[in-house]
């Protein structure tokens, strides 16, 4: 079956402004996470969603960014008013539930010139 | 919170010969899991080990889960170029199985 697909698979942008980037889980995965990965660097945790529960955006670097999951499927990371700090990867992962392997998605490059 | 910590960082090894990376948390793990990421693309699973001092392999990799079931280890035999990539562990963060932690990687590289 289809793995997990992330778009657009690059996105460049000017500061200041906001952009969206889509995740697509595999289908029937209830748990799907965020990640922010910098040039050379490890996985930084942005937000947890499981099933219907409350997420956890204990991550989220500032009130910039946010993020939603529609009808326990499509997750749409928000960052507003883009710095040139947020430029990175961004990695969308899905398990079957909270805690079991997950699969990762190829991932969004973004770049806030 | 709890943590995942993980040495070293980096580590150049010449083909053939063996690489260790290592993982430690501040707490009991109900599991532990690794991943691969191969330079350029994405983290892929490779295993999950959940009983204490289990091991497990995988052709040229060995994992270990300690018997206090707060470290872990990923062991490779003669290693290959095919080898080249960052290795992560990660464990369920305190408080349930829920979220995961993921520690900082060690990035192998092997030189031919």
């Known amino acids: 079956g289809a793995g997990v697909s992330q778009s657009p698979s690059n996105k460049v942008t000017e500061k200041g402004k906001d952009v969206e980037l889509r995740c697509d889980p595999i289908?029937?995965?209830?748990?799907l996470y965020w990640y922010r990965q910098s040039l050379g660097q490890g996985l930084e945790f942005l937000i947890y969603?499981?099933?219907?529960?409350?997420?956890?955006k204990s991550g989220l670097p500032s009130d910039r960014f946010s993020a939603e999951r529609t009808g326990g499927s499509v997750s749409t990371l928000t960052i507003q008013r883009t710095q040139q700090e947020d430029s990175a990867v961004y990695l969308c992962?899905?398990?079957?539930?909270?805690?079991?392997?997950?699969?990762f998605g190829p991932g969004t490059r973004l770049t806030v010139t | 919170g709890q943590q995942v910590m993980q040495i070293p960082q980096y580590q150049h090894v010449q083909e053939g010969e063996d690489f260790t990376t290592y993982c430690n948390s501040s707490?009991?793990?109900?599991?532990i899991q690794w991943y691969k990421q191969r330079p350029g693309g994405h983290p892929v699973f490779l295993i999950q080990?959940?009983?204490?001092?289990e091991v497990k392999k995988q052709k040229r990799l060995t994992f270990q889960f300690g018997e206090a079931k707060k470290n872990s280890s990923l062991h490779i035999t003669a290693t290959q170029t095919t080898d080249v990539g960052t290795y992560f562990c990660?464990?369920?963060?305190?408080?349930?199985?829920?979220?995961?932690?993921f520690g900082i990687g060690t990035k192998l590289q092997v030189i031919p």
């Open positions: 992962a899905s398990s079957l539930v909270g805690g079991n392997e997950q699969y």
């Open positions: 289908s029937g995965h209830t748990a």
């Open positions: 969603f499981q099933g219907n529960s409350a997420p956890d």
């Open positions: 707490t009991t793990l109900s599991n």
């Open positions: 080990l959940v009983k204490s001092g």
């Open positions: 990660a464990g369920p963060s305190s408080g349930g199985y829920q979220k995961v932690t």
